[in-house]
T-cell receptor
Framework: DAKTTQPTSMDCAEGRAANLPCNHS???????VYWYRQIHSQGPQYIIH???NNETNEMASLIITEDRKSSTLILPHATLRDTAVYYC??????????????FGKGTRLHILP | DAGVIQSPRHEVTEMGQEVTLRCKPI?????LFWYRQTMMRGLELLIY????????DSGMPEDRFSAKMPNASFSTLKIQPSEPRDSAVYFC???????????FGQGTRLTVV
């Protein structure tokens, strides 16, 4: 079962920052927070992951609260191509025996022109 | 690298027939995942392999489903006999064990009539 809770859908105006929240109140110390997205008719695509520090890459930023019970994915300047379903996933430390990736229902993000 | 390659992209078959879906992971990757996606149930993990060995097949719906990974460059998911409720998009993904990012194929859209 997915260990995360996300809003079902969100809207964001093109050019604005999209902030996608995720709750993972039962996260364990050995679990990372991952984000993937799935654009219509394509396979999911990795975005970013983190353990407890904030992370940034060319696609997005990930802000994890100090207690690690929630996080926010930030797309700094959303474009129409960012319209997709965004999945927040909790996953044990990669490399462990049981490092499977379990998807929840995700957030459907609509970027509005 | 061409990425994860799945075949066929589309499959239409009659109920009761055997169906075989194929996946070629990215060269050098040693973890492989099979997922099924439907509107009702979302993305479900069926089975995953590490170093060609099945680690967790608890998501395989029933005995009609079987998966094999005879070598590091090839995996199959077989459904025998197929039923209309098996209609879905089936995704294969691969990753480096110890690496954070799983790469997904384009999927196989299966329709059982």
């Amino acid at each position: 079962d997915a260990k995360t809770t996300q809003p079902t859908s969100m809207d964001c105006a093109e050019g604005r920052a999209a902030n996608l929240p995720c709750n993972h109140s039962t996260i364990s110390g050995n679990e990372y927070v991952y984000w993937y997205r799935q654009i219509h008719s394509q396979g999911p695509q990795y975005i970013i992951h983190g353990l407890k520090n904030n992370e940034t890459n060319e696609m997005a930023s990930l802000i994890i609260t100090e207690d690690r019970k929630s996080s926010t994915l930030i797309l700094p300047h959303a474009t129409l191509r960012d319209t997709a379903v965004y999945y927040c996933i909790v996953r044990v430390i990669v490399g462990g025996r049981d490092d499977k990736i379990i998807f929840g229902k995700g957030t459907r993000l609509h970027i509005l022109p | 690298d061409a990425g994860v390659i799945q075949s066929p992209r589309h499959e239409v078959t009659e109920m009761g027939q055997e169906v075989t879906l194929r996946c070629k992971p990215i060269s050098g990757h040693n973890s492989l995942f099979w997922y099924r996606q439907t509107m009702m149930r979302g993305l479900e993990l069926l089975i995953y392999f590490n170093n060609n060995v099945p680690i967790d097949d608890s998501g395989m719906p029933e005995d009609r489903f079987s998966a094999k990974m005879p070598n590091a460059s090839f995996s199959t998911l077989k459904i025998q006999p197929s039923e209309p409720r098996d209609s879905a998009v089936y995704f294969c993904a691969s990753s480096l064990k110890g690496g954070p990012e799983a790469f997904f194929g384009q999927g196989t859209r299966l329709t059982v009539v």
